[in-house]
């Protein structure tokens, strides 16, 4: 199986240095190139290590609770070989407690189970403030890369910031990031709101979405605490849609309006007054307000 495993690695990666071992690791780490590895493969056994690792922080009692009858025949048959099986349960987990709790054959039965090689390769790997950082990274980096308008992406903005802040950037550093983010996406989600909704007046709905996410983002800047430098900018993007919505609803000819039903034209002026909920409305979109009740007075 293992030779399999070493196979089909080498088929997988096309790198005929996988089988390097635990001594290939620890000189890499002292070399230059420690950031560029090879895939490793290292057998263990996962059982051996869990027994031999929980059990020495807990006492008989507690070790007979927590650990299964089948891990600890597995555990005895290895160490006892066929004596094992004339024990009865209670001296098969006093005997099992009785190894593992002894130093050194719990320190030679996590090297038997090839955990500490497994350590010492992950430590390699992902091991160190630096490392895990650069790997915290590059996924930030790469979950910014698949956002998209299909998604709850202020969310995911959210999430993005929170991760920046706890690996030690700035608010300002962090709120700049999402910020960016947000300045992408959002002309792409109302291109993309205006276009299905398009010349045919189908799936009004969707001219709700950028005013949500807008209205979203503005909680978010709160949250980051960069509303006051924002707002400006949020009233911008806020403006333009609800101008580039009434300009598509004047555009539509009064014998068309029969294709829309009152439904219809419920969810589309509900879209624009999702705006009406925040403060700054009035002072900004009053004369559009005053605008749509002239051309549509029912």
């Known amino acids: 199986l293992i030779d399999e495993a070493r196979s089909a690695l080498k088929r997988i990666f ?12 620890s000189t890499a780490v002292q070399s230059t190139e420690s950031m560029h ?7 263990i056994s996962s059982i051996h290590a869990y027994i031999y690792r929980s059990a020495c922080k807990l006492d008989l009692e507690v070790f007979k609770k927590k650990i299964d009858l089948h891990l600890v025949d597995k555990l005895g048959r290895d160490i006892f070989g066929r004596k094992w099986k004339n024990f009865d349960e209670s001296e098969k987990f006093e005997k099992a407690y009785k ?9 030679d039965g996590l090297e ?3 955990f500490i090689q497994f350590l010492a390769a992950l ?34 903005l959210k999430c993005l910031f929170n991760k920046c802040i706890k690996l030690g950037h700035s608010v300002e550093f962090s709120s700049c990031a999402a910020d960016s983010e947000f300045q992408k996406l959002i002309p792409i989600s109302i291109d993309a709101a205006f276009i299905e909704f398009g010349t045919n007046l ?7 979405k950028p005013f949500d996410e807008i209205c979203e983002y503005l909680e978010l800047t ?3 605490g960069t509303l006051k430098h924002k707002k400006l900018q949020l009233i911008g993007f806020a403006k333009g849609v609800v101008l580039r919505q009434i300009g598509t609803l004047l555009a539509i000819e009064p014998k068309d309006y029969p294709r829309l039903t009152a439904f219809d ?16 409305f009035d002072e900004h979109f009053g004369i559009a307000g005053l605008l749509l009740e002239k051309r549509f007075p029912e």
């Open 14 to 25: 096309k790198n005929p240095l996988c089988a390097k071992n635990l001594d290939d690791i």
């Open 37 to 43: 590895f090879s895939p490793y493969l290292i057998p």
């Open 99 to 107: 190894v593992v709790r002894d130093p050194k054959e719990s320190r």
């Open 112 to 114: 038997a189970s090839n």
């Open 123 to 156: 430590n390699f790997c992902v091991g160190g403030a630096v490392k895990q950082q650069m790997l915290i990274e590059q996924q930030i980096m790469f979950t910014a890369s698949k956002l998209s308008p299909t998604i709850d992406y202020v969310i995911e």
């Open 202 to 208: 189908q799936n009004p709905q969707v001219l709700a």
């Open 222 to 224: 709160q949250y980051m």
């Open 265 to 280: 034209w419920i969810i589309i002026f509900g879209s624009l007054l999702r705006m009406s909920r925040r403060p700054f």
